[in-house]
Every structure is written in C-alpha cells, then in structure tokens.
C-alpha cells in the first residue's frame, strides 16, 4: 500500500511557499499579497483566521477546519484562505472536500500552479491517473523548469503501466535540464525495465560521467555486464567501487560470490577472510551477509562463503550458528553439526545451537544422542524450563513414558507453578492410560493459564472422549476457539463433540469446517467420515475413510479406518 497522503501535503506546502517561477509567479504572488493583507482589514475575517491558526498549533484540525470556513464566508473568492483550508484538508487526510476546495481556486484561477500540483498529487493518491498527468502535463506547459513534477509525471506513467511515454517524459526532463543526472539514471531504469539493456548502458555512463562518486550508477552498471557475461568489467567494476568504498559490505559479499561461481576461489577467499577479521568491530557484517544470502537462497555457496568468512574470526559464535544454518540448509547435517558444536556456552546462540545439533539426532533416529545433547546443555543452563519440556517430549517419542515424567519433575522442582509442564504431564498421563491424573494435570494447567488454547482443547477433547461433561466439555472447547479461533484441532474436538452427543447435521457442517483448515490429519478424516455415515450418505463417508487411510501412520488406527472400509464397500483394502 502506498502512504501518498505526506507526499500530497509536502508537495503542497512546497508549492505555495516558494516563488513560483517565470509564467504564473509574479501575478501568483501578486494576488497572494493582496489577498493576504484582506485578512487584516476585515476584524471578523481576521478573528476566525487567527483562532484557526490557534486550533491548527494545538493539533484541533477540526475546530480549525470550521474557523478557516467561517472566515471564507466573509470573504468567499479569497484564494489564500482557500489555500489553507485545502492545507487543513490534507493534514486530515480529507481528500473530497480537498479537492472540491482546489477545484473552486482553480475555476477563478486555471493556472495557479500550486494547487494544479496538489490535485494532481490528490488524484494520483486515488488511483486516478489519466486525470493526475493531465494537471502535471498542464503545469509542466505552464512552467517546464518545474523539474520533480516530471519525476511525479513518470511515476503516475508508471504506475499505469504507460512506459512509453515515462520514457518521453524522462526524456523531456534531460532536455529541459541537461544538468540533472538524475533524469538520465531514471530513464536508464526505465529502459532496464523495458528490456533495452544497450540504450540503458548509455544513460548509466552518463551519470558516471557526471557523478563519478555515485555508486547506484555503477551498481546498475554491474547488473548491465552481468547480464551480458562481461566477467573482466564486472571484476573492474567491483574493484572501482571497492577502492573508493572499501566498507560498503553488500558489495564486498557480491564481489565474493561472484568469484566464487567464476572459478576464482582464490579471489573469493581473500574477500570474506577480509570480512572476517573485521567482524569484531564490525558486527553488521554478519547482518548483512545474512540478509544477501537469504535473498539468493543458494544454500550451498552460501555455507562456503560462510566457511570463509570464519577463517577470518574462527572464534566467532555467531558466525559458527550461522554457517550451520546454512548446511542445514545445504542438507550437510554433518557439517551443520560441526559448526553448532562451536557455539560456545557463552553466547546467545548456544541453546539454539544445542537444539539444532539434537534435531539433527532426531531426524537420523539418533533419540539417546539428541538426548544426551540437550543433557549437556542443561549442565550450563540447569534452570532453563524449555530443555526440559524438550527432553521429555523426546522421551515421550520413544514411549519412554516413565523417563518423560521423571524429566517433568526436575522441572516442576524449579519451576513448581508452570503450567507448559503441566499440559505436558496431563499429555504423557493419557498416553499411559491415566485419565484421571491427565485430567487433574490439565485442569492444573488451565488454572496456571487460563489462556492456553491447547490445554483448553485437549481437556475438552478428552471428556468428548470418554463421553462425559459434554457441557463443560464444550465450555472449555469454545474458550479455546476463543484464543485460536482457525485451529483445525480444536475445531474438529467441537464438531465431535456434536457428533458424540447425536448431532450429526451439526457436526458434518463444523467437521467440514475443520478438513478444510487441516487437510492432512486422518483422524479428523475419520470422523469426516463416522459423521457422514450417520446422516447417511455413505459415498461422502467413503470418501473421507479412504482420505484417512492416505494419511494413516498408526497400525491400530489403519487396521480400523479398513474395517470401515470393507463394510461399506465389501472388500478389503490391500
């Protein structure tokens, strides 16, 4: 979206306080001064005038608004009072009664620049541009030194996709003012943008020409040489803009990649050692490489760059997490791992590191090694609640129910009121088939927080369940939609609970509901169906069985969505 409204107002305020030049300007001011002094002579139109003013200072737009309209009546074709009312407009972004203002200045008055401008500026902001270039066209005729309305005139060209005549304008703009590099660098983007890359190439030189110290020119002008492969320019390029800024990061990070992927690794290695050693004081460097390469999304060249960039502060703990982010990505779990191992204890990034370095276990199987890992990071962070909830839950992966609780202990001996280890408690209760104590946990969690959605849910689901307290079942489901109101899960615990109390219209329509947020769950495929079924429509209900059955991951839960399955068709599933 784009914020106009500022820009209107700028524009304004700049066109009506400074002199307007050759054609309009003398008589303009002219009739300013005359009408200005008015205001002075006529007590009731002066009273008004200065409370607006007052209003104005005190932030009162409105009360302001209706002095200046007060003191128009006195004097109705005043244009200065007009102006300011037009002003007062703007800064409430008003942009009908704005324009209905100008359009009345502009009736006694077609050439006042100034306000020709601000409609302009007022019907660009409403998407209007055929009627925004005609105004800019006209005081461009009026006054063809008014040189940022040809950069506005462009835009609105550009921004109705008129790219020819953006171009005209651009270049009406060099003639009218040759010295200007700024017509030239623009009508270059603009041929880039066309595809006319040979003609852009000109115009970019011409900058130079002029403004040799302008790095965005040269940066357009390496695009250019990229673009047609002339590797020697590009590297002379680079090297220019270097010598005269040596700190300017991104171009360094470039420069570095682009020989990389030119078979200049030498080159490479010399740029991000550089790099490297000015980290220490420099610490955006890592901001900035980070920034590029998520941009390129290259992850193997970024993990080298990043390498190499660590050989010039191999201590740097920032840099080691980032380069195994980067390996991650490069799918070099290995290297990853190396590179979070030199996260030191110390740094920000340690826990994270850890955490990484436990994925990594997990997703290889590695459940005692992504355990031990988080065991070492609890030895230098003994109170940190978070490893804790980690532990356990892999624990739980693995069934290993009774370890998952022994964890959650040492947690509740630090943190005795916290209600995470509590949901995750009353969790590894149900899956011991303690429902009792799973219910008290999450009760207990539920008071700790009264806004945990998930607990919500999974209390509510659980008395849907086992087909008790269906109305506080559904008290406690609604609370939770509550706090996630497009929650597939608990969207699907509210449709069964209506199917579990023989609502089974009720529950299709909020079970459709659910499918739709969550497209990949079998359970909630399997209820899809049980509920279909019920209301009979079976082709609808074998729809979602077989759905289950895609998703399936459980054994139990495959060998039952079957069984289903064959009653309603009378053949197995292979």
Known sequence: MKSKYLIIFFIFILSCSSATKKMGPIVYDEVNQADEAKIYQNSDIYYNFLEAQLSSKKGNIDKSILYLKEAIKYDKESIYLKKELVSLYLKNKDMDNSEKIIKQILKSSPNDIASLITLGGIKYNKQEYDDA??????VLKIDPSQYNIYLILASVYNESNNLNKAENVYERLIKAAPHIYTGYFLL??????????????????????????????????????????????????????????????????????????????????KIFFKLGERIEENPDIIKKAIEYFVTQKEADSTAIAFEMILKGCPDNSYLHYVTGIAYEDAKNKKMAIHHFKQVKPDSEFYQKAIMGISYSYYQEGDFNGAIEILNQALTVNPENIELFLYISALYEEITEYEKAIEVLEKGFDIEPDNAKLFFRLGVLYDKMGKKQECIEAMQRAIKLDPTDANALNYLGYTYVDSESNFEEAENLIRKALKYKPNDGYITDSLGWLFYKKGMFKEAVEILENAVKLITDDSIIFEHMGDAYLKINKKD???????????????DDDKTEIERKIHELTGFKTE
């Open 133 to 138: 270039a005609k105004l800019y066209e006209k």
């Open 188 to 269: 270059g983007k603009l041929l880039m943008n066309k595809g006319e890359i040979d003609k852009a190439e000109k115009q970019f030189k011409k900058v130079i020409d002029m403004r040799p110290d302008l790095i965005e020119a040269k940066l357009e002008l390496l695009n250019i040489y990229k673009a047609k492969g002339y590797s020697e320019k590009v590297i002379s390029m680079y090297k220019e803009i270097l010598k005269d800024n040596p700190d300017y990061i991104q171009a360094n990070i470039e420069f570095g990649v682009f020989c990389l992927k030119n078979d200049m690794e030498t080159d490479a290695e």
């Open 540 to 554: 609808k209900a074998l729809q979602y069985y077989q759905e289950a059955l895609k998703f399936s991951k459980d």
